[in-house]
């Protein structure tokens, strides 16, 4: 069974930080483009970063300098560290792995607030 699980949300202050993880199952990530999206209330979901399997990343330019996405082939895991969160982060974020197919995770909630 094909799966995409993301942890690590939470509720952190402005100025904080949180690292995600998404875990891939029942395939293998390793040719993988795999990428970050979240969607905030009202809004329309947006790719936060990208990386290929050449390790080539990709940031919207609201997440430039302060978010890092990275993978690690053998644990078969993407990441977002997340740094200096603000309020206008707060969202639900979502990985996704796109080559042969497209996959989605269900996503975990992130809310920065004081």
């Known amino acids: 069974q094909v799966q995409l699980v993301e942890s690590g949300g939470g509720l952190v202050q402005p100025g904080g930080s949180l690292t995600l993880s998404c875990v891939a199952s029942?395939?293998?990530?390793?040719?993988?483009?795999m990428r970050w999206y979240r969607q905030a209330p009202g809004k329309e979901r947006e790719m936060v970063a990208g990386?290929?399997?050449?390790?080539?990343?990709d940031y919207v330019d609201s997440v430039k300098g302060r978010f890092t996405i990275s993978r690690d082939n053998g644990k078969n895991t993407v990441y977002l560290q997340m740094n200096s969160l603000t309020p206008e982060d707060t969202a639900v974020y979502y990985c996704?792995?796109?080559?042969?197919?497209?996959?989605w995770g269900q996503g975990t909630q992130v809310t920065v607030s004081s």
């Open positions: 996704s792995g796109s080559w042969s197919a497209t996959y």
């Open positions: 029942g395939f293998s990530i390793s040719r993988y483009y």
């Open positions: 990386i290929s399997f050449t390790r080539i990343t």
